[in-house]
């Protein structure tokens, strides 16, 4: 032992096996502590009992000599920080000649496991750049698979390992596989078993038995869960296609069978699949039905949400059915049938379909927005914000169309309630730039025509008085004490609650004029004496299907009262609109989900009266309609 150690240990300043740790701490020697890292013991300053240690942002840092010898870890020269600090050159070279190698000694390093992102932590700064060790690592990821002597996780988080003598990595993969007891698991396994399948020696004595087993999972799944059965399956296809040497033990049981026995519940099954199987199942479509798969294609798209909207059109084009899907969308829009999703990727796609970016969208969103307004109320609706944001698209919709056909849109834009004032303005605005001399619509140099009363049902009436008086005297004042609470705690730049409490101000405030404007222009009606010898408002019209002679029963009420899962609808609605002044025997054309129909009108009875006694006007209320009248 070192003599001036020994000193200190006579002394009673140092104990036996502290000193011993010293000795493995001599200057010019590296260590590690748990906050300040890696460092170089400097000098020993015994006699003030210290010694003094460079780490990288602590130069020159002394430490008791108890302490440094309970805190510091010595490193040997063979540790990887070591190598680095001591011959920088020869680990850059490391890094192409022999990669492996390299990550072998930084995990022996940290004890034999390290994430990759420990893994770079260690080379990105002085080895590589951010973007060098990206490129870098995923060759090397590829390098540690093929080597065999490591254990490469599934999950880029988890650690890599240094694989334990006498286990390969297909062993590895095959007890992952057996270990796994959900069908999720099943098909993870197998997608690594996939990726590394050269690995396997004896692939139809070590591989046959897992096509088995995912062939049986995928038979259990696929009544209560035909997305688990669809990925087991496009799991066991791509292992035949790695492994031609395996073979099905299940004749039958294709994807293509799968897909033709659950074609019923595709709209419902696909969303729940990853974006790449839900890609193959319909690429998988023209084999599975045969000549009809682009209608069936179509009704799929029409029915479905997300990003199987986008996903359809694309396997459409491929498949060069570019003119049965232009067909489909011209109808749906013509039609106002579109969905809120098809017309949301239109717009997002509008380069490549420019010749229907036209008013006939427009009158199609707008439509779309009329079926959403009952539901989205509290959540933004993404159709609308589409329309919104998109500061060009409204342009382009209108920059070929005679300026009579503008001015009547600009004239339905403002009488809709589907958009706040602001929002109208920055609208109109939009049209007024391919049409400069509307600006006057604008500016309100053209006189306005009055609003027509709006007839509500008395009970949907009150609902809204009722929502107008909760505002007004509960949520407006406790919004008014958060966003005074929210005051006091100063900073407000870096205030998220006063913020917050301001954000839902603008909510609330917005919502109150929209509910005073709406009650305003509101007129209450209990139906009672409607008109039955035509359609009118209060009335139940029964009619049949001119091609079918199936019936259907619309009770045309309110502006506020449509249940379409009882086939009550508004007055405003397109079909109310179709249908109102009709009389008996007379027939009407309306849009249904297999295109135009023709319907005769077979009868026409009053609805139910609406019982619920009016109520006063509130304060509030008739202070807007004196407003108004001023």
């Known amino acids: 032992m070192d003599a001036e150690l020994q000193k200190l240990v006579e002394a009673g300043k140092l104990t036996s096996k502290s000193a011993g740790q010293l000795e493995k701490l001599k200057p010019g020697t590296f260590c590690l502590h748990k906050s300040w890292g890696f460092g170089r013991v400097r000098e020993w300053n015994l006699l003030l009992n210290q010694i003094v240690i460079d780490f990288a942002t602590k130069k020159s840092h002394p430490m008791q000599a108890q302490y440094a010898a309970e805190n510091l870890t010595p490193l040997t ?132 038995p897992i096509v088995v087993a995912i062939e049986n999972a995928a038979a259990r799944n696929q009544k209560l869960h035909p997305e688990l059965a669809l990925e087991l399956i496009i799991a066991r296809d791509d292992l035949l296609a790695g492994v031609p040497s395996l073979h099905t033990t299940h004749i039958g049981l294709t994807l293509s069978k799968l897909i033709v026995e659950e074609e019923k519940r595709l709209a419902s099954i696909l969303p729940n699949l990853p974006a790449a199987k839900e890609k193959r199942v319909l690429q998988a479509l023209p084999a599975a039905l045969g000549p009809g798969w682009t209608e069936r294609a179509l009704r799929l798209m029409e029915a479905s949400h997300g990003r199987m909207v986008a996903q359809i059109p694309r396997i459409l084009n491929e498949a060069g059915q570019h003119a049965e899907l232009r067909a489909m969308l011209e109808r749906s829009i013509r039609e106002h049938s579109a969905t809120s999703e098809m017309l949301i990727w239109l717009c997002g796609e509008k380069e490549n379909w420019g010749d229907l970016i036209t008013p006939d969208l427009l009158w199609a969103i707008l439509a779309a927005l009329e079926r959403e307004q009952h539901n989205f109320y509290g959540r933004g609706s993404k159709l609308q914000r589409t329309l919104v944001d998109d500061r060009e698209l409204l342009g382009e919709m209108f920059k070929k169309v005679d300026v009579g056909l503008a001015r009547d849109a600009m004239r339905r834009l403002q009488l809709t309630p589907l958009f706040d004032e602001l929002t109208k303005r920055s609208l109109l605005a939009r049209m007024v730039k391919v049409y400069p001399e509307l600006e006057s619509m604008i500016a309100g140099a053209e006189p306005q025509e009055k609003a027509a009363p709006v007839v509500v049902s008395w009970s949907s009436l009150e609902k809204r008085r009722a929502e107008h008086e909760e505002l007004v005297k509960v949520k407006i004042p406790e919004n008014s004490k958060e966003i005074a609470i929210a005051r006091s705690y100063g900073d407000l730049s870096e205030n998220f609650e006063f913020k917050a409490a301001k954000q839902m101000q603008s909510v609330l405030m917005r919502r109150k004029a929209e509910l005073e404007q709406m009650l305003h222009d509101a007129r209450g009606t209990s139906f009672e004496n409607p008109d039955t010898s035509r359609v009118s408002i209060g009335t139940i019209v029964r009619l049949r299907n001119d091609a079918t002679n199936d019936e259907e029963t619309y009770t045309i009420l309110g502006a506020w009262d449509s249940d379409p899962d009882r086939h009550i609808i508004s007055y405003q609605t397109a079909i109310g609109q179709v249908l109102l002044g009709h009389e008996i025997s007379e027939s009407v054309s309306l849009n249904t989900e297999h295109g135009v129909a023709q319907f005769k009108i077979v009868s026409i009875q009053p609805a139910p009266t609406d019982d619920i006694t009016p109520t006063a006007a509130p304060a509030a209320e008739k202070a807007v309609e004196i407003a108004a009248a001023k």
Do not use: C, M, Y
């Open 77 to 208: 020269q063979e540790h990887f920080l070591v190598r680095k600090a001591t011959d920088i050159a020869l680990i850059k070279n490391l890094t192409k000649e022999n990669p492996v190698a390299l990550v072998q000694n930084i995990l022996e390093s940290l004890d034999g496991r390290a994430s990759a992102q420990q893994i770079g932590e260690w080379l990105i700064g002085d080895v590589f750049t951010e973007a060098e060790w990206k490129r870098w690592w995923e060759s090397t990821r590829k390098a540690l698979r093929a080597s065999g002597a490591f254990s490469i996780p599934a999950k880029k988080t988890d650690p890599i390992q240094i694989r334990g003598e006498g286990v390969s990595h297909a062993d590895e993969l095959l007890a992952a596989f057996n270990k796994a007891r959900q069908p999720k698991q099943q098909i993870a396994a197998v997608e690594q078993i996939i990726k590394s399948h050269e690995q396997f020696k004896e692939p139809e004595k070590q591989l046959q």
